[in-house]
């Protein structure tokens, strides 16, 4: 198994551009979350999903949307890049929405000028 | 809300030497407890987890954690580290058993050989 796959692994913007990170998971799993990681403020739940075509919003959900029309992917969009959305994201994937650990991929790394 | 506090975000060790790394959360339900480690340039991986039983957990490379309800708490230790356990570490909580995990800002461990 690849496990979680993201990509791409870096990628720089220009305020107001958009784009998609793309999160992919070859192990069947039911839950998908995207977090993003920044300095002396851990990681933070964006959106989240539980299952194909059901996803809710995370944490700090502002500025980003999510799709789930498989059980495999759950690309992140972000529609109207900001300074302020520069962080590293990481897509997790866990086998139910409960009692389960989540396994992470290894994160693009995203910088808005 | 749930919160997560780790104490020490920056620890400098020499190899040998006994590690503890504090971690309190803020839920009076049941909570699932789990230890990240995030190696230099590599993605978040699972140390050990804590759902139910007995509250001394182990986990990979020697690694454990005690969970005391009483103190709300689950820190990590490990007997004698070595250089390559370098790398941040993270805190995370759910609560019951729900995913939408709650990340502690993360602590910094830098053993020097």
């Known amino acids: 198994n690849a496990g979680v796959t993201q990509t791409p692994k870096f990628q720089v913007l220009k305020t107001g551009q958009s784009m998609t990170l793309q999160c992919a998971q070859d192990m069947n799993h039911e839950y998908m979350s995207w977090y993003r990681q920044d300095p002396g403020m851990g990681l933070r739940l964006i959106h989240y999903?539980?299952?194909?075509?059901?996803?809710d919003q995370g944490e700090v959900p502002n500025g980003y949307n999510v799709s789930r029309s498989t059980t495999e992917d759950f690309p992140l969009r972000l529609l109207s890049a900001a300074p302020s959305q520069t962080s590293v994201y990481f897509c997790?994937?866990?086998?139910?929405?409960?009692?389960?650990?989540?396994?992470f991929g290894p994160g693009t790394r995203l910088t808005v000028t | 809300a749930q919160s997560v506090s780790q104490h020490n975000h920056h620890v400098i060790l020499s190899e040998a030497a006994s590690l503890e790394l504090g971690c309190n959360y803020s839920?009076?339900?049941?909570?699932?407890l789990f230890w990240y480690v995030q190696y230099p340039g590599q993605h978040l991986q699972l140390l050990l987890k804590?759902?139910?039983?007995?509250?001394l957990v182990k986990g990979i490379k020697g690694f454990e954690a005690e969970f005391i309800k009483s103190k709300f708490s689950f820190n990590l230790r490990k007997p004698s580290v070595q250089w390559s356990d370098t790398a941040e570490y993270f805190c995370a909580v759910n609560a019951g058993g729900f995913q939408k995990l709650v990340f502690g800002t993360g602590t910094r461990l830098l053993v020097s050989p």
């Open positions: 999903s539980v299952g194909a075509g059901i996803t």
């Open positions: 997790a994937s866990s086998y139910s929405d409960r009692n389960y650990e989540q396994y």
């Open positions: 804590y759902f139910s039983g007995d509250p």
């Open positions: 839920y009076g339900g049941t909570v699932n």
